[in-house]
C-alpha cells in the first residue's frame, strides 16, 4: 500500500490541468469530444456505481460498448483476483486498469474496490491502434464522478469529470495520433461522491482503436533469393528478401511470410533483432521435396495492415551426385573404339545420404560434338544417346546406376562430351571421349 500511495502523490502532481482543456506532454495531447470516424477496436465499461444486485460493475470486450462482444463481471458474483468470491462494492477511490497485450492476443482490466478484481477477454491481434477515448457519464446529478490522474503508457494525461446531468451519452475526450499497437496500459482511479446509481445511469468508459492510416500503400518486396541453388532433395533452403516500405508511407513493417509452390503463406523472421523498422530483411527456412524448379514467393504486411504484392524466385531441388565411376574418368579426356558400348556408372543420394533408387530419376544421356583441341561445342546440338542392346538403365542397388552407353560406329575420329540428364532438370558433369 505504501508503495501505491507513492504513486497517487505522483499522479497527482501531475494531473495540474482542467479536464476539458487539452494537454500536451511530449507526444501525447488531449482533446475534448471525440472523432467520429474512429474505429473502435476494444472497451473497458466501470457502471452500476451503487453496487446493487444488478449485474455487471465491469464489461469488457471488442468494439464499443455495452453491446458488442463482451463479458460481464459483477462485485456479487464474479470472482477477485485471488479467486475467492466475497460481496463487493465501489469504494469512494478506485484504482482502475485497462491493458492490451498483442502478444498475449488479451485485454484486461484490473479494479482494486472493496477487493482486486481481475477480467480478461481473448481479443485477438487488435492491428493498429492510434487512439483512445474517454467517455464519463454523470447523468444524475447527485453525486460526482471523476477519472482522475490518469496515466497512459506512463504519461499523465489529467482528470475526466462527468457533467452535471445534461448530456445523455457523457463527456467524451481522445487521444490519437500515437502508436498503441505494441501495446498499451491505462490507469488512473476512478473518484465517487455523493449519491451513485445502479445499473447505466452513471459511467466510465475506456476504448481503444484506429483513426484512418496515413500509410495506405504497402512495402515492396525485393531481393528475393534462395540458397542453396541447387538445393538438395529431403534438405532444406533458406529464402531471404528485403522489405522496404521508405517509399510507400514510411511506415515499420510489421510481418513477413513466404509461400513455397503455392502452399498456405508461413511466417518469416527479421534477420535482426526484430521487425522495428520501415526496411527489414527478413529470413525463413524450410525443407524441400519436390524435384525440379520450385517457386517460393515472398510478401510483407507494414504496421498499417497494408500487405503488398509477393516477389518470386525460382531454384531447382535435385539428388547429390557421384560419379562418374571407372572406367570413366572425369578429369581428363577418355579414350573409346567407336561402335563399341561404355558402361556409364553413377550414385544418387538425397540430402541426408540416403540412396535414391527412383528409375524416373534418370531422363537421358546425352553427347554433342568437341573440337578435339579446343574441346568446345554446342551443348544445344546435344543427341540423346542409347544403351547397349536391351540393358537399358541397371540399378545396382545402393543409390548405384548403370547405362551402357552404345557409342555409335560414325563417332571414329571425332571427340564428343558426354554427360546425363536427371528429372530434375539438373545434369551431372560432362566428360570428353575420343573416338578412334
Not at 500509410?215 to 538438395?232: C, F, G, L, M, N
Not at 500487405?307 to 570413366?328: E, H, L, Q, R
Not at 533408387?357 to 551443348?379: E, I, K, M, R, W
Request: charged share 15%; net charge negative.
Amino acid at each position: 500500500m505504501n508503495g501505491k500511495r507513492v504513486l497517487l502523490l505522483t499522479l497527482l502532481a501531475a494531473a495540474a490541468l482542467l479536464p476539458w482543456q487539452s494537454l500536451a506532454l511530449a507526444a501525447v495531447s488531449v482533446e475534448s469530444g471525440y472523432d467520429p470516424a474512429a474505429e473502435l477496436k476494444a472497451a473497458v465499461m466501470f457502471r452500476n456505481f451503487n453496487s446493487s444486485m444488478e449485474p455487471a460493475e465491469i464489461f469488457l470486450g471488442k468494439g464499443g460498448l455495452p453491446y458488442d462482444g463482451r463479458i460481464e463481471h459483477n462485485f456479487y458474483e464474479g470472482l477477485t483476483c485471488s479467486g475467492s468470491n466475497p460481496i463487493g462494492a465501489w469504494q469512494p477511490t478506485n484504482h482502475v486498469r485497462f491493458v492490451y497485450d498483442p502478444t498475449a492476443e488479451t485485454i484486461r482490466t484490473e479494479v482494486q474496490a472493496s477487493h482486486a478484481y481481475c477480467v480478461q477477454y481473448s481479443a485477438g491481434n487488435l492491428g493498429v491502434l492510434n487512439y483512445v477515448m474517454f467517455t464519463v457519464a454523470r447523468r444524475m446529478p447527485a453525486g460526482t464522478l471523476t477519472l482522475r490522474n490518469v496515466v497512459l503508457n506512463g504519461e499523465p494525461l489529467g482528470d475526466f469529470m462527468g457533467g452535471a446531468g445534461t448530456d445523455a451519452t457523457g463527456k467524451k475526450w481522445y487521444v490519437s495520433g500515437l502508436d498503441l499497437s505494441d501495446g498499451f496500459v491505462i490507469e488512473g482511479d476512478l473518484v465517487l461522491t455523493g449519491f451513485q446509481p445502479g445499473g447505466e445511469t452513471n459511467f466510465v468508459e475506456i476504448a481503444a482503436g484506429v483513426v484512418g492510416s496515413p500509410d495506405i500503400e504497402a512495402p515492396i518486396t525485393r531481393s528475393v533469393a534462395v540458397s542453396p541453388d541447387p538445393a538438395y532433395v529431403n534438405g532444406e533452403a533458406t529464402v531471404t528478401a528485403i522489405l522496404d516500405d521508405t517509399n510507400t508511407g514510411d511506415s515499420a513493417i510489421a510481418t513477413a511470410e513466404y509461400s513455397l509452390n503455392g502452399a498456405a503463406w508461413m511466417p518469416m523472421a527479421s534477420s535482426d533483432s526484430g521487425f522495428d523498422a520501415s526496411q527489414e530483411e527478413v529470413t525463413a527456412t524450410f525443407p524441400v521435396s519436390k524435384i525440379g524448379v520450385n517457386t517460393v514467393c515472398v510478401r510483407g504486411t507494414d504496421a498499417y495492415e497494408n500487405t503488398g504484392n509477393p516477389t518470386c524466385a525460382t531454384f531447382v531441388v535435385g539428388y547429390t551426385f557421384d560419379g562418374f565411376f571407372s572406367p570413366i574418368e572425369s578429369d581428363t579426356i577418355n579414350h573409346a573404339k567407336a561402335g563399341q558400348a561404355v558402361p556409364t556408372k553413377w550414385r544418387l543420394t538425397d540430402a541426408n545420404g540416403a540412396p535414391i533408387a527412383n528409375p524416373g530419376s534418370f531422363a537421358g544421356l546425352h553427347s554433342y560434338a568437341v573440337d578435339c583441341q579446343t574441346l568446345t561445342g554446342d551443348p544445344a546440338a546435344a543427341a540423346d544417346e542409347v544403351a547397349a542392346g536391351h540393358s537399358g538403365l541397371q540399378y545396382l542397388g545402393d543409390g548405384y546406376w548403370q547405362f551402357n552407353w552404345k557409342t555409335p560406329k560414325q563417332y571414329r575420329g571425332s571427340c564428343r562430351a558426354m554427360y546425363v540428364e536427371f528429372d530434375s532438370t539438373l545434369t551431372s558433369p560432362v566428360v570428353i571421349f575420343e573416338f578412334r
